[in-house]
């Protein structure tokens, strides 16, 4: 049976429950976190997180406003 990889979303939410714990998010911790994952894969989604997190960050903020 082939074993299917980790998600975006996975990744996504393994990254902001480090962060909210106080840790910065790396492809070692995340794949600790998550029990799986290849380390292009979740190096890939971790980008794509990176990429995006200003952007949620402002969203956030202006809701708060």
């Known amino acids: 049976m082939a074993r299917k990889g980790v998600t975006q ?24 976190f998550l029990g799986s994952g290849s ?13 995006a997190l200003g952007g949620r960050l402002d969203a956030q903020q202006a809701r708060l406003s």
């Open 39 to 51: 380390p292009n894969t979740v190096t890939r989604w971790l980008e794509t997180w990176w990429q």
């Open 9 to 32: 979303g996975q990744v996504n939410q393994a990254a902001d429950a480090l962060v909210t714990a106080g840790e910065r998010p790396t492809v070692e911790r995340i794949r600790a």
